[in-house]
């Protein structure tokens, strides 16, 4: 007699005892009733309930990145049309002044709008990819039933421990974006930041590029700006004093130079390329015992100040001349 007994087999199910295609369909479905719709479709198609759930995840997984995908690709088109067409619409300064100057200044107004909206348009996409790609793998991470919330925990403390860190590159950004949306100088500007004055180059989020009257380039952080002072936004205005002797006639001097303002007035060269009104004379600005000094000022397109101011002092000194009055210098 054998110690070991062997194991009765098993007896073989007839093919009566075999449940039926619809116990067995019945029975994946069961298993599925707390799954999607996808699965319980899916179980009706296999004859084996495991992988039913398992088809119907990786499905499902795969059709959430496909939507996400797309989702993000339809919001980056439009904002990249959004940003085309701000970059080429707007008011330009050639609808009311002709003349080669004048097209000189449209072309830095359409650099400063196209940088600007194209900034712009950088950061928003930036956005909608942090949140379309992050909310698209965090309904994922759901569906394949792993916690989010201790990631979300985790990826909050590093997102503090990273502001702590960053707090100057994050105070920069700042500064450029609500620089930006205010419009507070752009390509072609001459401004004051304090730290140095000079033609604007490059605007970014983080750094603004200016090119001084020496040549020199420098580069300023945004955040460290605080306060700024541009000449050639809207318009910008020449003006120039005229001193001339206590004993001459306030009245001759004051009409030769309203006939100067009016002769550059007149003049087509200056009044559609430079010019925005007519210049004013202001009267007497200063007085002393030995000289009577009269202003001359002329509001004029952005940055043109200097070269209107330039050709009034030439006209006034003709003008002078011819009358015989001379100019007497400043205490």
């Given at each position: 007699?054998?110690?070991?007994?062997?194991?009765?087999?098993?007896?073989?199910?007839?093919?009566?005892?075999?449940?039926?295609?619809?116990?067995?369909?019945?029975?994946?479905?069961?298993?599925?009733s707390?799954?999607?719709?996808?699965?319980?479709?899916?179980a009706?198609?296999?004859?084996?309930?495991?992988?039913?759930?398992?088809?119907?995840?990786?499905?499902?997984?795969?059709?959430?990145?496909?939507?996400?995908?797309?989702?993000?690709?339809?919001?980056?088109?439009?904002i990249?049309?959004?940003?085309?067409?701000?970059?080429?619409?707007?008011?330009?300064?050639?609808?009311?002044?002709?003349?080669?100057?004048?097209?000189?200044?449209?072309?830095?107004?359409?650099?400063?709008?196209?940088?600007?909206?194209?900034?712009?348009?950088s950061?928003?996409?930036?956005?909608?990819?942090?949140?379309?790609?992050?909310?698209?793998?965090?309904?994922?991470?759901?569906?394949?039933?792993?916690?989010?919330?201790?990631?979300?925990?985790?990826?909050?403390?590093?997102g503090?421990?990273?502001?702590?860190g960053a707090?100057?590159?994050?105070?920069d950004f700042?500064?450029?974006?609500?620089?930006?949306?205010?419009?507070?100088?752009?390509?072609?500007?001459?401004?004051?930041?304090?730290?140095?004055?000079?033609?604007?180059?490059?605007?970014?989020?983080?750094?603004?590029?200016?090119?001084?009257?020496?040549?020199?380039?420098?580069?300023?952080?945004n955040?460290?700006?605080?306060?700024?002072?541009?000449?050639?936004?809207?318009?910008?205005?020449?003006?120039?004093?005229?001193?001339?002797?206590?004993?001459?006639?306030?009245?001759?001097?004051?009409?030769?130079?309203?006939?100067?303002?009016?002769?550059?007035?007149?003049?087509?060269?200056?009044?559609?390329?430079?010019?925005?009104?007519?210049?004013?004379?202001?009267?007497?600005?200063?007085?002393?015992?030995?000289?009577?000094?009269?202003?001359?000022?002329?509001?004029?397109?952005?940055?043109?100040?200097?070269?209107?101011?330039?050709?009034?002092?030439?006209?006034?000194?003709?003008?002078?001349?011819a009358?015989?009055?001379?100019?007497?210098?400043?205490?």
């Amino acid at each position: 007699m054998s110690l070991l007994a062997s194991p009765a087999p098993s007896p073989t199910p007839s093919l009566s005892e075999l449940p039926s295609l619809g116990e067995v369909s019945t029975q994946i479905a069961s298993v599925c009733s707390n799954d999607t719709l996808l699965c319980a479709t899916l179980a009706g198609w296999f004859d084996n309930a495991a992988w039913a759930p398992l088809v119907a995840s990786l499905i499902t997984v795969l059709l959430i990145l496909v939507f996400g995908i797309v989702i993000r690709n339809i919001v980056l088109r439009l904002i990249t049309r959004v940003v085309a067409r701000t970059a080429v619409s707007g008011p330009l300064s050639g609808r009311w002044r002709k003349g080669s100057q004048a097209e000189g200044i449209d072309t830095l107004l359409r650099e400063r709008r196209r940088q600007r909206a194209e900034t712009m348009g950088s950061v928003l996409k930036h956005i909608a990819t942090i949140v379309i790609i992050g909310t698209t793998l965090l309904t994922v991470l759901d569906r394949l039933t792993i916690p989010i919330a201790p990631l979300l925990t985790s990826v909050g403390i590093l997102g503090v421990a990273i502001g702590f860190g960053a707090q100057e590159l994050v105070k920069d950004f700042i500064a450029g974006m609500f620089m930006l949306l205010e419009d507070q100088y752009g390509v072609g500007d001459v401004i004051d930041t304090g730290a140095a004055i000079g033609t604007v180059e490059a605007v970014t989020l983080r750094v603004t590029r200016l090119r001084d009257s020496d040549g020199r380039v420098w580069y300023i952080r945004n955040g460290t700006i605080t306060r700024v002072g541009n000449e050639s936004q809207g318009w910008s205005r020449a003006y120039m004093d005229v001193p001339v002797s206590y004993t001459s006639d306030i009245t001759t001097v004051r009409v030769l130079l309203e006939h100067v303002a009016e002769e550059i007035w007149a003049d087509v060269e200056f009044r559609e390329t430079m010019l925005v009104e007519q210049p004013k004379v202001y009267g007497v600005e200063q007085l002393s015992d030995s000289t009577l000094v009269f202003r001359l000022s002329a509001k004029t397109l952005p940055a043109q100040q200097a070269q209107v101011a330039r050709e009034l002092r030439l006209r006034v000194k003709s003008a002078l001349d011819a009358a015989d009055i001379a100019m007497v210098p400043t205490a």
